[in-house]
């Protein structure tokens, strides 16, 4: 029996008869609360391939066995009108939750990103960073075992991008959320995943793995920086 949380097998993806591959013979298992960073250059399909995981797309060709997932996005896209707290409540009705519950769910939550101080403030009131803590927040109420996460933190500057590597990771381990996280930046991939993957472009494919932990993270962001400059280079001419 598989222990696999998400199996894709032989996955290929064209967005019709006549469109090149977007993805080809894709292949990936993802264990129970492991955080997979999936890395590759802008245009590889890493986007789409969350869009397959998270059923918003068809594949082509292949299988996907995964379980419903919750979906982090590069904007925070929060309700402008909704104070932070309300916003995540919004995902808790959408599950059934009583009121009462909406509302100490979301404070717990909101306490778990370490944003109760603004609970009450909106949108426009937040940092960037604390926008994305707030629709990380609202991800996890939907209590979904799979969070899909695509480049969320690529528009921030890199001293909040930092702290939120942080708390991710602590988000990460005291939930045991299983995480796919897209990116092309290296060292974000290298210093979030357990895993790391590289795509390849046009039909994107899974490359190369590097297992993260315990090692030397300079030596490996310097070991993938080099291999993914090969495969740019490669797509190139």
Avoid: Y
Avoid at 58 to 76: H, L, N, R, V, Y
């Amino acid at each position: 029996m598989s222990t696999a949380q998400i199996e894709i097998t032989g996955l290929s993806k064209r967005f019709s008869a006549d469109a090149p591959l977007v993805l080809e013979d894709v292949n990936l298992r993802v264990r129970p609360g492991e955080f997979v960073a999936l890395l590759g250059a802008s245009g590889c399909g890493k986007s789409t391939l969350l869009n397959l995981i998270a059923g918003l797309e068809e594949p082509s060709s292949g299988t996907i066995a995964s379980p419903k997932a919750a979906f982090m996005f590069q904007d925070a896209s929060l309700f402008p009108w909704l104070s932070a707290q309300a916003n995540v409540e919004l995902a808790l009705q959408l599950r059934g939750a009583s009121k009462t519950d909406r509302r100490s769910e979301a404070a717990r939550l909101l306490e778990l990103v370490h944003l109760s101080d603004a609970a009450h403030k909106r949108p426009h009131e937040l940092s960037g960073g604390m926008r994305q803590r707030v629709a990380l927040a609202r991800s996890l109420a939907q209590n979904r075992d799979v969070l899909l996460m695509d480049e969320p933190f690529a528009a921030l500057d890199a001293i909040t991008r930092d702290l939120l590597h942080d708390e991710l990771q602590r988000v990460w381990r005291e939930t045991g959320r299983t995480i796919v996280f897209i990116t092309h930046n290296v060292r974000e991939a290298v210093r979030l995943g357990q895993r790391v993957l590289l795509m390849s472009s046009r039909p994107g494919r899974v490359v190369a793995e590097w297992a993260a932990e315990k090692q030397d993270p300079v030596a490996l962001t310097a070991e993938i920086t080099t291999e993914l400059r090969k495969e740019i280079r490669r797509h190139a001419a």
